[in-house]
């Protein structure tokens, strides 16, 4: 048996880097140091069915397996045909595949756009808004005295986020958890909340108020209610002193204020109050719990090529930015969209049902390693080879850190980055034999 | 392949070629003596021929340019480009999406550019986005002058230590030199602080900025690197700082450059040296002292700078300068970005709006042209915006221009400044004009000699790269003083521009979008018994401190198309 160290793991935005597969015969037969979610990314849970060969739907719903330049084929048919196709997806794979991805968007003219149209997107819009003051995660763990989890609950969806920077001694914080203070914010009692020392347990959907009053109790105003957002004033000033009196402190924030009712304005108001903060003598920063393990390297890489970090429209041939005109959720439930890509990602398990409803009347195609919801509604499924696993490549941690991903063990499959070139290259080709067309037509077309 | 560019008149102060009509011979990607009858012919008779600009310092690639790029879709959408043949879509006014920036450098006849500032531990991410700006050479400068293994070993003495280390650290991270912004200044913002001046020590470390600069000096030149420290000093846009960056500047004075790669004469790189040329002890008595800085750079010649010119434009400022950027956000009240790095630097990204009806700004433009001009060695003066912190690199024509017409910066001064800039600085009274020679020597001579890249680039003697500009003003019919319009024009698209002997840019048209460039790095070796005992060091507490695993620091050669290795032993 071979120990492989030092691993990143491909599941969550914590991309720890510690992890070690034990590999037999070409296969992981366990690991040490990842979580329980980790450890069954690496072994694959053993329920789940891992597609071996790219597969077609017929007209009778079956799948057939084919071959894969017949899938490729077939893909770029449906792609080069439509009028409005949407590429969707792009968190779970390596940002290189991104970069082909942005590409093929391009040649298509097609809309391209990640997960985070259903996470963080409402972060990224109020980032426009108000800005960005983050660190990496090291700063937290080295640093901080005081840290918030925001609408988030890591203990079981980023398990070892809180060991490997909460718990964990830093060098100004040599004792690590004893060294800091730290508060939850969720309308549960999450198994979070139950570590925290402030729980503020905001009725659901009032985060908006409850920044507000922590903003304006900073300011030294006075809060008339005995109750904001169903949490008692004094444990609010309480709260604001232990904020105003810290050394270092960070914010993670997660969904459940991300896709709550105020959405970016939620966001919006977290920001200012971290913004805010950084007046009173110490140090605040702010990290977003994201999920994927690179959803914010398709962020960046959009970014770097496009000037956008998602819901980009290539319709006109250049860039075109416009969530909640040019996201995908938009273009399905207007039913403007007409053929759909979708890779490194489950819209199907996570997607409104008028949604979903408009991905069963269009062609889709799944590049996807596993049997998911999404490639239950695909036509055609592409397995490639898993990121982190079977192929290498590069993905960006929550706080923008970068790793290589290694490639633990061989497959047969293409890597994601393949497929995509496969398909540009092809793409490309029928747009140039098509333009060629063109030209003909219009030297043979007599003059008028 | 061979070309031959005929009867252009050619400006290359490397070889102290002023204007001489010349023939330039090109084969297989570099300048050669002579060409076969077969060599195609580019007709550049009436016009200019250059080597490639090279520019010393930007900021196109990396987390703090792409949190600028995402935090404003508004800059994005002033400018954008379509998908055209081969040439990729962009967008991006002050931060231009990375095929942008490399398209746009080249139209305007660069072919060199090195990003400023990379952390290292993000260095990956810079290397990406640099694979993806075409055409271009490139580097990046990691930086240093906050690092804790720097400090604590500058703490205890042990420059040779600090050596080894950097040693690793450039091979690490692929890096081409010492970056030093604010030293101690973005440790203290890691508390929410900053120190003021060179010898107000970082919180807890104990260490003073002077001490840094000194420290990386000496083990800048202990290793050898080809450019010197690249020094962006305490108090950055502070009224007054002058003093601050005379002082960081004399600590240089008595180390003696010695490069084992290049021509490099100077101990230190002195960068945005505009931003660092105020007197004045606030904005109500705010005042240009870029005359006492010029004096300086007059007398010295351990020193070269690059000035930072405003360009009056609205624009995305971003740096390592984690207080300066904070500050900035409190001034304007306009959002703010900003990213702590573990262990090493910092960073902040800010949108600022220039405005020529501005006092202070107006003043700052004053202060950025007193330095080109007062200063009288344009070998020791670089033209930069420090893109995009004064205004973006597609500015570079627009202050072409503005050195070469006295009549084009007075119409400026008199019809659209405020009256600061004549009241607050000299500039009015300054009616120095450059020469094409001294453009030549402040976009690519000076920028190739200070980096140790001389032997390749800058210049079109024999052996050098094939990098070549050409554009369309005839010197002997045509006076730049006047026509300073088609100075700009032309300066924005070269006629033709060669890359590696390539034609990339012919007749004013991009025809080769797809090509990649070097990236530059320094293959180090200094001590290696010690560098063993100190990287023992580093990762025990690598496993502390970091997040990162050392295994996983180490960035390998899959992040560039094109390595180009300086070996340094």
């Avoid at chain 1, 597969?55 to 894969?68: P, Q, S």
């Avoid at chain 2, 990003?115 to 810079?126: F, G, K, N, Y």
């Avoid at chain 2, 300066?491 to 979008?513: C, S, T, W, Y």
Wanted: contains cysteine; negative net charge.
């Amino acid at each position: 048996m071979e120990l492989i160290k030092n691993v990143p793991c491909p599941f969550c935005g914590t991309l720890c880097d510690d992890i070690i597969c034990k590999v037999e015969n070409n296969e992981i037969v366990g690991t040490m140091n990842a979580c329980r979610i980790g450890h069954s990314k690496f072994m694959h849970h053993k329920d789940a069915t891992l597609y071996k060969k790219p597969m077609i739907r017929k007209a009778n719903g079956e799948l057939v397996e084919v071959e894969i330049d017949e899938a490729i084929e077939k893909a770029v048919e449906i792609l080069v045909n439509a009028k409005r196709p949407i590429l969707y997806g792009w968190s779970s794979v390596s940002c290189e595949a991104d970069e082909v991805g942005v590409e093929l968007a391009e040649e298509l003219k097609a809309l391209i756009d990640n997960t985070a149209t259903v996470c963080h997107g409402p972060s990224l819009l109020a980032v426009h808004d108000t800005g960005y003051p983050v660190c990496t995660l090291g700063e937290v763990k080295n640093r901080a005295d005081v840290i918030i989890y925001w609408a988030c609950n890591p203990m079981h969806a980023h398990p070892r986020h809180m060991s490997r920077h909460y718990f964990s001694r830093g060098y100004f914080r040599e004792r690590g958890r004893p060294d800091r203070t730290l508060i939850v914010v969720d309308p549960r009692e999450s198994d979070t909340a139950k570590l925290a020392d402030i729980h503020l347990q905001v009725e659901p959907g009032k985060d908006y108020e409850l920044l507000d009053a922590i903003r304006a109790a900073m300011k030294g105003h006075k809060i008339l209610y005995e109750n904001v957002a169903g949490v008692p004033r004094d444990l609010i000033y309480q709260a604001v002193e232990l904020l105003k009196s810290a050394q270092f402190g960070n914010l993670f924030f997660g969904m459940g204020i991300t896709q709550t009712s105020a959405k970016n304005r939620n966001i919006d108001a977290g920001i200012c109050a971290i913004e805010e903060l950084n007046e009173y003598g110490g140090k605040f920063t702010l990290i977003p719990m994201r999920g994927h393990y690179n959803v914010n390297g398709f962020n960046h890489v959009c970014t770097w090529t496009t000037g956008y970090p998602f819901c980009v429209d290539f319709a006109t041939g250049y860039p075109r930015y416009n969530p909640g005109e040019t996201g995908t959720n938009d273009l399905l439930q207007n039913k403007e969209a007409d053929a759909m890509f979708v890779i490194g990602a489950d819209p199907g398990a996570h997607f409104p049902q008028r949604a979903l409803q408009r991905m069963v009347e269009i062609p889709v195609i799944a590049i996807e390693p596993h049997r998911t919801p999404t490639t239950e509604l695909a036509d055609i499924i592409i397995p490639p080879a898993q990121i982190g696993i079977s192929s290498e490549g590069t993905a960006y941690r929550m706080d923008g850190v970068c790793f290589t991903m290694k490639k633990i063990i061989d497959s047969d499959l293409l890597s994601d980055k393949e497929i995509l070139k496969r398909m540009l290259e092809r793409v490309k080709e029928i747009h140039a034999s098509e333009s060629k067309m063109e030209s003909v037509k219009e030297v043979t077309s007599p003059a008028k | 392949m061979e070309y031959i560019i005929k009867n252009g008149m050619v400006y290359d102060p490397l070889n102290n070629i002023d204007g001489e009509k010349m023939d330039i011979c090109i084969r297989d990607g570099k300048i050669v003596e002579s060409v076969g009858e077969s060599a195609e012919v580019v007709d550049a008779s009436g016009k200019i021929v250059m080597a490639g600009g090279v520019e010393p310092h930007t900021h196109i690639a990396g987390p703090k340019v792409n949190v600028g790029r995402m935090m404003r879709p508004e800059d994005s959408e002033k400018d954008v480009e379509a998908k055209s043949g081969d040439r990729r879509s962009g967008s991006g006014f002050s931060v231009p999406s990375t095929f942008m920036t490399g398209y746009r450098y080249t139209e305007m006849g660069y072919t060199t550019a090195m990003e400023a500032a990379m952390p290292p531990l993000i260095a990956r991410h810079v290397h990406e986005e640099l694979v993806d700006t075409p055409i271009l050479d490139k580097g990046a400068y990691p930086l240093l002058g906050n690092n804790w293994f720097v400090m604590e070993y500058l703490k205890n003495g042990e420059v040779e230590e600090c050596a080894a280390y950097i040693a690793w650290l450039m091979r690490a991270t692929k890096g081409y030199a010492i970056k030093v912004v604010n030293p101690c200044g973005t440790e203290a913002w890691g508390w929410g602080g900053n120190v003021h001046g060179i010898n107000d020590p970082a919180p807890k470390f104990g260490i003073t900025g002077a001490e840094m600069i000194k420290g990386l000096v000496e083990a800048n030149e202990m290793i050898g690197l080809p450019h010197s420290v690249h020094l962006h000093c305490n108090d950055l846009g502070h009224p007054g700082n002058y003093e601050t960056t005379l002082a960081s500047f004399d600590i240089a004075k008595n180390i003696k450059a010695s490069p084992k790669y290049g021509e490099r004469d100077i101990s230190l790189y002195g960068t945005h040296v505009q931003f660092h040329s105020y007197g004045g002890t606030s904005w109500r008595d705010f005042e240009s002292e870029a005359p006492a800085i010029a004096d300086y750079l007059n007398k010295n010649d351990h020193i070269a700078i690059d000035v930072g010119q405003i360009t009056l434009d609205e624009t995305t400022t971003m740096t390592a300068d984690g207080p300066m950027e904070f500050d900035l956000y409190t001034l304007t009240g306009f959002k703010w970005a900003n990213c702590d790095v573990e262990l090493e630097t910092g960073s902040g990204v800010v949108p600022f709006i220039y405005s020529s009806k501005n006092p202070v700004h107006s003043t700052q433009w004053a202060i950025g042209m007193e330095l080109f001009l007062l200063t009288k060695d344009p070998g020791k003066i670089m033209m930069t915006t420090d893109h995009p912190n004064a205004g973006p690199f597609t500015r570079y024509p627009r202050i072409i221009a503005w050195l070469m017409s006295s009549k084009y910066r007075n119409d400026l001064i008199e019809n659209e400044l405020h009256a600061w800039a004549q009241k607050r600085s000299s500039i009015a009274t300054i009616d120095r004009e450059y020469s094409l020679y001294d453009i030549a020597q402040v976009t690519r001579a000076t920028a190739a000699r200070v980096l140790g890249l001389s032997e390749t680039k800058g210049h079109l003697g024999v052996g050098a790269d094939a990098d070549v500009a050409i554009y369309s003003f005839n010197p002997e019919t045509q006076d730049a003083s006047s026509d300073y319009m088609t100075i700009e024009a032309v300066f924005r698209m070269a006629d033709h521009v060669f890359k590696d002997g390539e034609i990339v840019v012919k007749n004013g048209e991009l025809v080769k979008p797809r090509i990649d460039g070097r990236t530059y790095w320094v293959n180090c070796h200094f001590n290696e018994e010690l560098e063993k005992n100190v990287i023992s060091d580093v990762k025990k507490k690598f496993k502390q401190y970091y997040t990162v695993n050392f295994e996983n620091y180490e960035i390998g050669d899959g992040y560039m198309r094109r390595s180009a290795p300086i070996e340094i032993k």
